[in-house]
Protein backbone atom coordinates (compact mmCIF):
# COMPACT_ATOMS: atom_id res chain seq x y z
CA UNK A 1 0.00 0.00 0.00
CA UNK A 2 1.37 3.66 -1.09
CA UNK A 3 2.07 6.59 1.30
CA UNK A 4 -1.53 8.12 0.35
CA UNK A 5 -3.20 5.38 0.57
CA UNK A 6 -2.15 4.24 3.94
CA UNK A 7 -2.46 7.98 5.58
CA UNK A 8 -6.05 8.17 3.83
CA UNK A 9 -6.92 4.77 5.76
CA UNK A 10 -5.42 6.57 8.90
CA UNK A 11 -7.42 9.83 8.64
CA UNK A 12 -10.43 7.88 8.00
CA UNK A 13 -9.54 5.94 10.95
CA UNK A 14 -9.41 9.16 12.93
CA UNK A 15 -12.59 10.54 11.85
CA UNK A 16 -14.42 7.37 12.27
CA UNK A 17 -12.71 7.12 15.77
CA UNK A 18 -13.61 10.47 16.40
CA UNK A 19 -17.25 10.12 15.54
CA UNK A 20 -17.68 6.91 17.85
CA UNK A 21 -16.39 9.23 20.94
CA UNK A 22 -19.02 11.68 20.27
CA UNK A 23 -22.17 9.55 19.52
CA UNK A 24 -20.94 7.51 22.94
CA UNK A 25 -21.03 11.11 24.37
CA UNK A 26 -25.14 10.88 23.01
CA UNK A 27 -26.29 7.78 23.89
CA UNK A 28 -26.25 8.94 26.94
CA UNK A 29 -24.72 5.39 28.62
CA UNK A 30 -26.41 3.37 25.77
CA UNK A 31 -29.94 4.24 26.37
CA UNK A 32 -30.58 5.91 22.93
CA UNK A 33 -30.56 3.65 20.42
CA UNK A 34 -29.56 5.73 17.05
CA UNK A 35 -26.19 7.18 19.04
CA UNK A 36 -25.50 3.60 20.27
CA UNK A 37 -25.94 2.01 17.15
CA UNK A 38 -23.84 5.23 15.24
CA UNK A 39 -21.36 4.77 17.94
CA UNK A 40 -20.75 1.06 17.13
CA UNK A 41 -20.74 0.81 13.53
CA UNK A 42 -18.34 4.14 13.47
CA UNK A 43 -15.93 1.98 15.96
CA UNK A 44 -16.37 -0.72 13.56
CA UNK A 45 -14.91 1.27 10.71
CA UNK A 46 -12.12 2.85 12.85
CA UNK A 47 -11.11 -0.46 13.94
CA UNK A 48 -10.88 -1.39 9.67
CA UNK A 49 -9.05 1.48 8.92
CA UNK A 50 -6.39 1.04 11.70
CA UNK A 51 -6.06 -2.70 10.77
CA UNK A 52 -5.26 -1.47 6.88
CA UNK A 53 -2.81 1.42 7.74
CA UNK A 54 -0.73 -1.61 10.24
CA UNK A 55 -0.11 -3.39 7.05
CA UNK A 56 2.55 -0.92 6.24
CA UNK A 57 3.02 1.11 9.09
CA UNK A 58 4.06 -0.69 12.37
CA UNK A 59 1.00 -1.43 15.46
CA UNK A 60 2.61 1.28 17.50
CA UNK A 61 3.17 4.05 15.54
CA UNK A 62 -0.11 3.33 14.19
CA UNK A 63 -2.14 3.58 17.32
CA UNK A 64 0.20 6.61 19.18
CA UNK A 65 -0.70 8.76 16.04
CA UNK A 66 -4.22 7.64 15.84
CA UNK A 67 -4.77 8.27 19.90
CA UNK A 68 -2.97 11.24 19.37
CA UNK A 69 -5.29 12.76 16.87
CA UNK A 70 -8.48 11.40 17.77
CA UNK A 71 -7.94 13.26 21.31
CA UNK A 72 -7.29 16.69 19.49
CA UNK A 73 -10.41 16.03 17.42
CA UNK A 74 -12.85 14.78 20.16
CA UNK A 75 -11.61 17.72 22.48
CA UNK A 76 -12.39 20.36 19.51
CA UNK A 77 -15.46 18.66 18.96
CA UNK A 78 -16.63 18.39 22.68
CA UNK A 79 -15.60 22.23 22.79
CA UNK A 80 -17.83 23.14 19.60
CA UNK A 81 -20.84 21.26 20.06
CA UNK A 82 -20.87 20.37 24.02
CA UNK A 83 -19.40 23.35 25.07
CA UNK A 84 -16.38 21.65 27.01
CA UNK A 85 -13.64 23.47 27.48
CA UNK A 86 -10.49 22.19 28.73
CA UNK A 87 -8.55 24.42 31.58
CA UNK A 88 -4.83 25.79 30.86
CA UNK A 89 -3.33 22.46 32.47
CA UNK A 90 -5.21 20.50 29.93
CA UNK A 91 -4.60 22.68 27.01
CA UNK A 92 -0.77 22.08 27.59
CA UNK A 93 -0.76 18.51 27.84
CA UNK A 94 -2.75 18.87 24.35
CA UNK A 95 0.07 20.64 23.10
CA UNK A 96 2.45 17.89 24.37
CA UNK A 97 -0.03 15.24 22.50
CA UNK A 98 0.42 17.24 19.26
CA UNK A 99 4.27 17.53 19.68
CA UNK A 100 4.35 13.77 20.63
CA UNK A 101 2.58 12.75 17.24
CA UNK A 102 4.43 15.19 15.30
CA UNK A 103 7.88 13.41 16.71
CA UNK A 104 6.76 9.71 16.55
CA UNK A 105 5.85 10.61 12.38
CA UNK A 106 8.34 12.83 11.47
CA UNK A 107 11.58 11.24 13.25
CA UNK A 108 10.29 7.32 14.58
CA UNK A 109 11.90 4.42 13.04
CA UNK A 110 9.05 3.05 11.37
Known amino acids: MN ?3 TYTFLISAVIFGTASNIF ?3 AHGFTKFI ?3 MSAVTII ?4 CL ?4 KTISAGYTYATFAGLCIIATTLLGIIRFNQWPNSHAFIGLFFIIIGVILVNLF ?3
Open 51 to 54: SQVM
Open 108 to 110: GKN
Open 35 to 37: PSF
Open 24 to 26: AKE
Open 45 to 48: LCMY
Open 3 to 5: FFV
